[in-house]
T-cell receptor
């Protein structure tokens, strides 16, 4: 059973379009992180959210943590080819010291 | 250079052979992790360690062995490699505490092929 469900699995859009990626679970997380991974490299942290209802912005990226701390979304405004990559959400339950990852969303932004 | 390094980056081996993947970090992070990444499965936790001499199983520990005699090193051993262990393996480290977010710092990965 997958603890974290990410959707969509694949997304291909044109430069300038907006998109949203979702990360859902039936579990409550003490914290949730979003990572971006490029081919041949390890994931790199984009943001950590810890408070229910929290919204964080990172340039054109907006991250939201659900009020119940069971879900999160990543919204990209005016996507650029440089946004292409694998986006992963990772959640930690009850400060257990370990994170569980979703299966990821592969984003392709065409020029 | 500071960071987390994995070796080898690429390894081809045969079924039944023992393989050890090395991981070294220079930050003195207390936590270290081994994940495997396969198409369609994202990152799955194999083993993790909260400190030297403390290790614990993750989601998919079968067929793997770890040790952590020193804080900076966390080797992963496949005692008798199987084709299903063909994957990309990522080592990561993190720090815990009131001022830490639990961010995982990843190595560049070790691509293992078992023939």
């Amino acid at each position: 059973t997958q603890l974290l469900e990410q959707s969509p699995q694949f997304l291909s859009i044109q430069e300038g379009e907006n998109l949203t990626v979702y990360c859902n679970s039936s579990s409550v997380f003490s914290s949730l992180q979003w990572y971006r991974q490029e081919p041949g490299e390890g994931p790199v942290l984009l943001v950590t959210v810890v408070t229910g209802g929290e919204v964080k912005k990172l340039k054109r990226l907006t991250f939201q943590f659900g009020d119940a701390r069971k879900d999160s979304s990543l919204h990209i405004t005016a996507a650029q080819p440089g946004d292409t990559g694998l986006y992963l959400c990772a959640g930690e339950v009850s400060n257990a010291g370990k994170s569980t990852f979703g299966d990821g969303t592969t984003l392709t932004v065409k020029p | 250079d500071a960071g987390i390094t994995q070796s080898p980056r690429y390894k081809i081996t045969e079924t039944g052979r023992q393989v050890t993947l090395m991981c070294h970090q220079t930050w003195s992070h207390s936590y270290m992790f081994w994940y495997r990444q396969d198409l369609g499965h994202g990152l799955r936790l194999i083993y993790y360690s909260a400190a030297a001499d403390i290790t614990d199983k993750g989601e998919v520990p079968d067929g793997y062995v770890v040790s952590r005699s020193k804080t900076e090193n966390f080797p992963l051993t496949l005692e008798s490699a199987t084709r299903s262990q063909t994957s990309v393996y990522f080592c990561a480290s993190s720090e815990r505490g009131p001022v830490h977010t639990g961010e995982l710092f990843f190595g560049e990965g070790s691509r293992l092929t078992v023939l």
